[in-house]
T-cell receptor
Framework: QQQVKQSPQSLIVQKGGIPIINCAYENTAFDYFPWYQQFPGKGPALLIAIRPDVSEKKEGRFTISFNKSAKQFSLHIMDSQPGDSATYFCAASDRGSTLGRLYFGRGTQLTVWP | DAGITQSPRHKVTETGTPVTLRCHQTENHRYMYWYRQDPGHGLRLIHYSYGVKDTDKGEVSDGYSVSRSKTEDFLLTLESATSSQTSVYFC??????????????FGPGTRLTVL
């Protein structure tokens, strides 16, 4: 049973566009929502994370929007660049139990054309 | 980069043979994890460890065992490899579990092919 559902599976945008990746969850105990970025042949790396007490978090060109009532969160990449082409994973955890175990979405492969 | 190495980086083996993958960390982090990554499935947790000799199962643990005799090493063993275990395996470490920062750092991965 998928704890975190991610869409779309793949996304193609032109340079300067704003790709948006969406994730949804059911477990209301989740209280930490990170996004990981993975380049081909590399391990995933933490990109940005949010807690449910805020509705938005920005780090550079990357923004997480969080809707607690809808149990959804999304990643927006402003002014996307070819170097942003990678696979993006959302994740969630219940930090108070299960030893902080992360549940990952299935990933979105983003391609940014120059 | 967090000090995580995985060995081997690539391995081809035959069905029915035992295989051991090694994860080594130099960060002295308490928590260690093994994931497998498959197209369309994302990252799935196989086993994790919350201390030396303390391990537990993840969501896809069948056919796998782990051991952790030292803080820095976490071994993943496929007792009798099957073609369904062809995958890319990632080790991850975390200093804390829970709390405001639950970042996991990932190793470079091991690509395993079972023929």
């Amino acid at each position: 049973q998928q704890q975190v559902k991610q869409s779309p599976q793949s996304l193609i945008v032109q340079k300067g566009g704003i790709p948006i990746i969406n994730c949804a969850y059911e477990n209301t105990a989740f209280d930490y929502f990170p996004w990981y970025q993975q380049f081909p042949g590399k391990g995933p790396a933490l990109l940005i994370a949010i807690r449910p007490d805020v509705s938005e978090k920005k780090e550079g060109r990357f923004t997480i929007s969080f809707n607690k009532s809808a149990k959804q969160f999304s990643l927006h990449i402003m002014d996307s660049q070819p170097g942003d082409s990678a696979t993006y994973f959302c994740a969630a955890s219940d930090r108070g139990s299960t030893l902080g175990r992360l549940y990952f979405g299935r990933g979105t492969q983003l391609t940014v054309w120059p | 980069d967090a000090g995580i190495t995985q060995s081997p980086r690539h391995k081809v083996t035959e069905t029915g043979t035992p295989v051991t993958l090694r994860c080594h960390q130099t960060e002295n982090h308490r928590y260690m994890y093994w994931y497998r990554q498959d197209p369309g499935h994302g990252l799935r947790l196989i086993h994790y460890s919350y201390g030396v000799k303390d391990t537990d199962k993840g969501e896809v643990s069948d056919g796998y065992s782990v051991s952790r005799s030292k803080t820095e090493d976490f071994l993943l063993t496929l007792e009798s490899a099957t073609s369904s275990q062809t995958s890319v395996y990632f080790c991850a470490i975390s200093e804390v579990a829970g709390g405001p920062h639950n970042e996991q750092f990932f190793g470079p991965g091991t690509r395993l092919t079972v023929l």
